[in-house]
């Protein structure tokens, strides 16, 4: 596994935050060599899950890398073929529909873009309270583009947040090794 690099990038879900790292921890100890990307938004914002230094830090300690959160950084993901997988997690409602649309003005977006030139896999894990509403439109063309794949996600509070949808984050690992084997993990919903 030596040989299999893994982009992992976040977005700003950032409540999502501490149940995510514990995913990149798990990757890195499963040998992958690790990427870690940050949109703009998630690596310069302080919020109340915690300040955006303190992550960044983490996740370079984790992945023995610098943090890339700038376009500059992400675009020669795609010329120079760095990767055999990127992992979006969390994935944010804005950056599905990005995503969906083609729009690439984020570190994240971009990075996906290269990378999905390169014909790789991209895994998603979605976090966004508008999943069964309009951003349901952005998951289901997502999920008929050839390369992107899912980690399995289910609503995370129906009764107050009823089109609510959190990926299982801790299904991120097995998700990894099925989208390396263009597999969809299943069930995408549960």
């Known amino acids: 596994m030596n040989q299999i690099n893994i982009g992992f990038a976040l977005t700003g879900s950032y409540c999502t935050f501490a149940e995510v790292i514990p995913q990149v921890e798990r990757l890195a100890e499963e040998g992958y060599n690790l990427f870690p990307i940050m949109s703009g938004n998630a690596y310069q914002t302080d919020t109340r899950f915690g300040k955006a230094k303190d992550f960044v830090h983490t996740l370079e300690e984790i992945c023995g ?22 992992v979006i997690a969390p994935c944010t409602g804005n950056t599905l529909a990005k995503l969906a649309t083609g729009i690439t003005d984020s570190s994240v977006t971009l990075a996906a873009k290269a990378h999905l030139r390169n014909g790789r896999p991209v895994l998603i894990a979605v976090s966004t309270n508008d999943a069964l509403s309009n951003g349901a439109k952005n998951i289901g063309g997502l999920l008929n583009y050839k390369n992107i794949y899912f980690v399995p996600m289910a609503q995370d509070d129906s009764g107050n947040k009823p089109t609510s949808i959190v990926a299982d984050f801790q299904k991120i690992p097995d998700s990894v090794n099925k989208a390396l084997m263009n597999n969809q993990p299943q069930p995408i919903l549960y």
Do not use: C
């Open 65 to 86: 890398k610098p943090v890339a959160s700038t376009l500059v950084e992400v675009e020669p993901i795609g010329p120079k073929k760095l990767l055999d997988l990127l």
